[in-house]
């Protein structure tokens, strides 16, 4: 039979690809040529063929799955699916909805996966002839178990089976071996091509757990191990095939495990957490898990119905378009703004349709090529010019599903908190969807919503339009309730208020990275209130800290006090600079931009530029040097450390100037008064310490080390460093206390003097009754640990390994492994358990606005800290955190004592 291309050019005139799918159409009318006499069946070949190359091509060697139904072809998986992806199309050609087609698609699934079970279960019988007696179900999760699976998408699913008391052990052998010859059956590639890709890591323990378990098992599970995303996951369980009796106790049972135990707050924030790191990894081009795109609307809705759906069984619903109409139906989202985020939802799942069907690839990616864009564009309909139709109409769809997902969730808690008598919240709804965010005070957020929106001015019209967004960006920091107290106090403070809620209003950047700071600590808020000049550098798009060295910031002081003559602006300035420089630093470490050894390096350098600059606002002569001492030797200051430093002076004609200047000093670093905090000097590492003179000259130093120094002592100049000051006293001091620590190696006796000093820190320093397990200082496996265990290794070794000869703990460790002094492990276990105690320590006074060494114990706390460290649940951190001491404790104690 001859086939007319004008015939196959008119039926491919109307589709996506009319030239692409003209050529594809001719292999299949070649292999069937019955198909051309059949105008149904031509315009059907036609879609096909326009819509998919790679359905086109299984047409050319099988054209009879264009004309038959799909249960046709259960026997063959992989052409069964293509027979299901044929009709498919062939019904959204006549105009059937997304959510109807997917449904259909979803049950033809359903059909086809009872089938190959009950062949799998006759299969493996020869083998196991218990698997007659055994009770399974398959449960569909994911857009399969929703009933509105992609049209080429893994099929999500677990199993669960019943034994017999007494024959778990032979039901669990059997229950893997019927499920393994399932897999194998819907996935194997066979000469017919691939079918479905079967995924079961939504099943307890992922890829190592077992690939199927008991009702009671799942249950245990879930209750004492269970995720939050697990626990979410299980709103789209649906059983499918198999014993349909466990399937529906094993529905109530992910009903039990949801809505009655339910999702706490720390729960639903975890959630959100893996949604926006899901978000950063995501490419632009990503329709499903970028920004607006699917998964933002899907869990949205899922978040709803797990906040609502314990009070209200109606939200109990699978599918993501019925749960939107349910959820606007029972006036939790608008009616209006339900039908446009259906509208938004139907387009972007038909637009992830026509990228995956082209070749049936699993992917989510909207092509570059113009020419891809443009017969997709076709395929929706869209104009005249649908590639460039196709882009505008996604950047719409996009940035409309944000805006909703801000309108859905967050607008009407507001409404209903400030009395709007259009609030479809009641308080007690409201309260609900605040205490999913993170939010725990309540009246006090209703407080704050009052001040900051109150009134009939442009600012609270303007704020009654932004507070949406920063409820939201506050909901996913360490303490939201904190955040939004910081941000009531900072509008409240800031003189120009009207430019901070435009910044707010007009740059998302800048409010977003502005809540994250309020949000993580009181000291940031106290320091944002103090210079709201700061807050326009978050919305540069790099930001820049401006945050030099020790000699460039030294530089930028002096050149600030010489501006400045008179003395108490001098201190003025001094403590401004010593601010600022922290802010900006603390702002850098929380928002990710810095890691913590740049930040203990950086508050150092802080330091060394504010004593330097105090000296140089006196008018110093060259006669007194200033040697850091402690943290701040080893250039490994916190937010909130004092500096422990010595002075020195050259000669004994010197004595009362440089201790007059010491004084001096002290004055205007760290003594009270209206220009606020600066450090606190602490002298007391000095030889006779209290008792001894402020000041000592070199050759006082000389003789005192040389006669009297204690262990102790020795211990503390390993982190000796100059810091400020005339440079030839500093260089002197430097070549006196040399030969005393590097001289000789200790002897036993000054060793064993050393381990009962931390012994005795141990047992005198943690208060009676505390848990030493959790002083991040001195308990077992805490910075004291590695501290003490460096510096005596350093001590042990340093007269023969001058490399060693260093004060910040982690080079010195480098070098101690370098030298091979310590081994690769232990170096290895030391170096990440000091880096993880101090980020957590430098975390917690920054949450504090001061100093303490305890992990918290209270629950809110510990989630505050866990949130703020980039953990989704609280028990990650302790558990990481009781690791590092553990393995710390066990190199110490191994090494110390050697």
């Known amino acids: 039979m001859v086939i007319s291309s004008d015939r196959i050019r008119a039926a491919a005139a109307a589709t996506a690809d009319p030239e692409g799918a003209s050529a594809r159409m001719i292999p299949v009318l070649e292999a069937d040529p019955g198909i051309a006499g059949d105008p149904a069946l031509l315009a059907r070949l036609a879609h096909v063929c326009g819509m998919s190359r790679a359905l086109a091509r299984a047409l050319a060697t099988r054209p009879e799955l264009l004309a038959t139904e799909p249960d046709s072809w259960r026997e063959s998986v992989p052409l069964s699916m293509r027979a299901m992806l044929v009709a498919v199309l062939g019904d959204e050609m006549n105009g059937l909805d997304v959510a109807e087609t997917t449904r259909r698609l979803s049950g033809q699934i359903d059909i086809l996966v009872t089938d190959r079970l009950v062949e799998a279960r006759r299969h493996v019988s020869e083998r196991h002839p218990a698997v007659t007696d055994l009770r399974l179900a398959l449960v569909a999760m994911g857009k399969w178990g929703a009933g509105e699976i992609n049209y080429y998408s893994d099929l999500d699913m677990i199993f669960v089976h019943e034994a017999p008391p007494g024959e778990e052990n032979e039901a669990r052998t059997v229950a893997f071996a019927l499920v393994g010859r399932l897999i194998a059956d819907l996935s194997t590639t066979t000469v017919e091509g691939t079918a479905f890709k079967v995924d079961l890591d939504l099943r307890p323990e992922g890829a190592i757990g077992p690939l199927s378990r008991s009702l009671d098992s799942y249950r245990s599970y879930y209750e004492r191990w269970g995720e939050p995303w697990e626990l979410q996951a299980l709103l789209k369980a649906r059983p499918v095939a198999g014993d349909p009796d466990l399937g529906v106790r094993f529905r109530g049972m992910a009903d039990e495990v949801v809505w009655e135990r339910g999702l706490d707050a720390e729960a639903l924030r975890s959630i959100r957490v893996l949604k926006a790191r899901a978000e950063e990894e995501a490419s632009p081009r990503d329709i499903k898990r970028s920004a607006g795109g699917i998964r933002d609307i899907e869990f949205a809705v899922q978040l709803l119905q797990l906040v609502h759906g314990r009070l209200d069984p109606d939200l109990r619903v699978l599918p993501t378009l019925e749960a939107i109409a349910v959820l606007g139906e029972h006036g939790y989202i608008e009616e209006t703004e339900a039908a446009r985020l259906s509208d938004a939802y139907r387009f972007l799942r038909n637009l992830e349709h026509r990228v995956q069907i082209w070749d049936l690839t699993q992917t989510h990616l909207v092509p ?407 002083h991040l200082k001195l308990g077992p496996g805490g910075l004291s640990d590695i501290e003490f265990l460096t510096q005596l290794l350093q001590l042990r070794h340093g007269s023969l390994v001058p490399e060693v000869r260093v004060t910040p703990t982690l080079p010195a460790l480098k070098a101690l492994r370098d030298a091979e002094r310590l081994d690769s492990e232990s170096h290895q276990t030391l170096h990440e358990s000091y880096l993880f105690l101090t980020k957590v320590r430098l975390r917690l006074h920054l949450q504090r606005g001061q100093t303490t060494d305890w992990f918290p114990q209270h629950p809110d706390q510990r989630s505050s800290l866990a949130t703020s460290l980039g953990y989704d649940r609280q028990g990650d951190l302790v558990e990481e955190y009781r690791r590092h001491a553990r393995r710390t404790r066990r190199v110490f104690e191994a090494l110390f004592y050697d």
């Open 368 to 774: 570059d090529a113009h020419a891809d864009k443009e017969r997709i564009g076709r395929s929706l309909g869209l104009g005249t010019d649908p590639g460039v139709e196709l882009d505008r109409r996604l950047a719409v769809v996009r940035r409309e599903v944000r805006d909703l997902h801000e309108r859905l969730y967050f607008r009407p808690i507001l409404d209903s908190l400030a009395g709007s008598t259009t609030a479809r919240l009641g308080p007690a709804e409201a309260t609900i969807r605040l205490e999913a965010l993170g939010f725990r005070d309540v009246t006090a957020a209703t407080r704050a919503f009052e001040d900051m929106t109150g009134g009939l001015s442009r600012r609270s019209r303007a704020m009654q339009q932004v507070l949406p967004l920063i409820l939201d960006w506050l909901s996913q920091t360490p303490d939201p309730d904190l955040g939004l107290s910081q941000m009531r106090v900072l509008l409240a403070n800031t003189t120009d208020h009207g430019a901070l809620v435009t910044l707010l209003q007009g740059n998302p950047v800048a409010g977003e990275r502005l809540c994250r700071l309020l949000g993580t600590g009181r000291l940031l808020g106290d320091l944002i209130d103090r210079i709201p000049e700061f807050i326009p550098r978050l919305a540069e798009d790099d930001p820049t800290w401006d945050i030099r060295d020790a000699a460039g910031a030294t530089a930028r002081l002096v050149a600030l006090l010489d501006s400045r003559p008179h003395p108490d602006a001098r201190v003025g300035t001094i403590r401004r600079f010593i601010r600022r420089r922290k802010l900006r630093i603390a702002a850098r470490d929380v928002l990710e931009e810095a890691d913590t050894e740049t930040t203990l390096e950086a508050l150092s350098d802080s330091a060394d530029a504010a004593v330097a600059g105090g000296l140089h606002a006196l008018g110093a002569p060259s006669v007194l040097g200033v040697v850091a001492m402690g943290k701040w030797g080893g250039r490994e200051l916190s937010y909130g450390s004092d500096l422990d430093l010595m002075y020195v002076y050259p000669g004994e004609t010197e004595r009362e100037t440089a201790g007059r200047m010491a004084t001096e000093l002290e004055r205007v670093i760290s003594e009270p008064g209206r220009h606020g905090d600066g450090y606190h000097l602490d002298s007391e590492l000095r030889p006779e310490g209290r008792r001894g003179p402020l000041a000592r000259s070199v050759e006082s130093y000389r003789r005192y080390y040389r006669e009297w120094a204690e262990p102790w002592e020795l211990l503390a100049l390993v982190k000796a460093r100059p810091a400020a000051g005339d440079p030839a006293v500093l260089n002197s001091f430097t070549e006196v206390i040399g030969p005393v620590l590097w001289g000789r190696v200790p002897d036993q006796g000054v060793l064993r003097e050393i381990r009962a000093i931390k012994a005795r820190v141990e047992a005198e320093r943690i208060p009676f009754g505390q848990d030493p397990g959790f």
